[in-house]
Each structure stands twice: as C-alpha cells, then as structure tokens.
C-alpha cells in the first residue's frame, strides 16, 4: 500500500513503513520514505511532538519555500473544529466539492431573489455583520488567528449557522484571517498579531439555506494608525468599495464598477488586484455575477431587483500580482508589500441597493483620518 511522505521536502508516495517513534506514541503516523528523508527534515518535524504541558511549538511546513514578504505560515493546524448535527450543512460540508455550485456554473445562472427568499437573507446579513463584529472586538497585539477563528466558529454554532468556509474544496478553517502582505485566503494558524499588523477578517455563514459574505481591514494596535502608507492603503481601499455601491442601481452594466474603483486607487497610489472578484451570494456561496475591481474588465450582466451580489475590492501598496503559498490557499503579493480589502453583500432594489451587512453604529474599526505629509 503506497502512502505519501511526510517529509515537508519530498511528498513523493512511497511503499516504505518506517514511521517517527514519538509519532506513533502520539497516534501520529506520519510515514517517510527512508532514513534519509526523516533525518534531514528533523529539525522541523519535532516541532510537530508536543511540550511537556501538551502544547506544540509552531513551526514553518514550507521550509525551503521562497516568502515574498516577513509573514510565515505557523503550524501545526488546529484540529478541524466541529459543527453540531442539527445545523443545516451546505452540500460540500462533507465531501469538500460544492455540486450544486459547480452545476450552476456551467449554466451560467443569474438568481433573483424574492419574497420569503428576500426576509431570509436579509436576516442571514445581519447575522454575519453581528459575528464578524464579535470576532473583530478580539483583535489585539498578543492573540493568534487560530484563536479569532476559534471565537467565530463558536458565535457561528451559538446561532444554528454554519461557517461556509469549512470544507469549502477542502479549506480547513471557519473563515480566513489575512494579514498584512496576503491578498486574500490566509489560512487561520498560530500566527500571533503584531501592533503595526494589519488583518483582514472574511466571514461567511450559511442559515435558512442562503450564504453572506462580507469582510473588512482592521488595523492592529496603534503602530499601524501611525504608518503613512499603510492607512492610505485601507482608507483607499475602504473609500473605492464605497464608491463602488453607490453607482448599484438596475441597469448598471457590472463591468463599469472596476472603472470607478480602480480610477480612485490609482488616484490614491495603490494598485487593484485582478485574479480574485466579487461574487454573486444567495443559496450558493458563490455563483453570478462575477465582479471584477479592475478597469476595463469584460464582466458579463446587467444590475436587476433583486440579484444579491458583493463588492470586495483588494488593493495593494505595491504590484496587484500575487502568488499562492504551497498550501493552495494563501495568496499573497508578488512583492511581499501589504494588501487590504473590503466587502458588503448587496441587493438591487427597484431604485438603488441596499447593504445587507452594512456596519452598526457599534461596529468595531471604521475610518481614520489620513496622515498627512
């Protein structure tokens, strides 16, 4: 029977048996291909083996990897958080692969929502606005992002809602944590939060059968209130998903929302990530329209009552490029320089939009002013 080396350096399959000693006291059975492949990734497998007061050390699984920037993954996962059987699971809850989704796809479907469908997830709005706000009040130099998620997930089964991100194509966590140089999909760990850090919290739960997705940028301790270039890259991006809603009307052609807010980064010296969109949110958790952020996109569709979509508009200090970590998830800047985002789920009305997660006159963050040179 053939097994994949552990070995962070090889991963090659492999018919050997030979296993870590203390991995197999612990119910670990990492296999390696030889001795050779266990002896040279030593020094980072034993951080894998927990301290006396059966906690772990974090350690960096991509060792040889070339970061783009000062950020580094900080393992081990925690294990995958459990969700009560009686919450309602969306169709990849179990598997990983969200069928429904992927049949929607080749179709090419725009949903209008309506009536019961409406009341549902405007609820389902409000709901993730107040989780989000809940795990955004924890943020503070000292915490981990396993420990945000931890607080997230908690709030998420406190209300019968399942956090759409778990198992989505086999994401490990309940929402994603995105600091400082990572665009979007970090991969919530042992990562302690700095002052002088910059965060972005992406929450999506999933009730009365509908998705919400909404995300926001929030500034870590005072360090980074304090950094020129780092308010004028959230305040912008803050500013541009702003002027984006307010040209959502029916009859607006998708494709011009890219113009306005790439026309205000541009403005303000920041750059506008293309490789990653907004997204239609209803049953599915993503589906039509796609919403592209950059000028002179190609999008497809036409603004109608009823269609519920978001705006999440990544910009960057630096190159809008970006590469991915060996997880398959975390995206980051090419250039290692911060990222920021911001996201609203919104509904077309007959005259305009509204804003199914807007902020609460109690919601943590919100706007500084900038500073000026």
Partial sequence: MTAICAAPTCGKETESTLKCPICLKEGITSVYCDQNCFRSTWSVHKSIHKNEDGTNDPY??????????????????????EVPKHIKRPDYAQAGRPISEIKNDRMGKFTILAGKDLEKIRKVGKMSREILDITASHIRPGITTDELDAILHKECVKRNAYPSPLNYYNFPKSFCTSLNEVICHGIPDKTVLKDGDIINLDVTIYYLGFHSDLNETYYVGDKAKCDKDTVNLVETTRESLQLAIDMVKPGLAFRELGNTIEEHATKNGCSVVRTFCGHGTNQLFHCQPNIPHYAKNKAVGIAKPGMVFTIEPMLCIGTYRDVTWPDNWTAVTQDGKYSAQFEQMLLVTEDGCEILTARTETSPGGAIPRIQA
């Fill in 60 to 81: 960096d699984p991509f060792p040889t990897y070339s970061y783009t920037g000062g950020l580094r993954a900080a393992y081990p996962l925690s294990a995958r958080r």
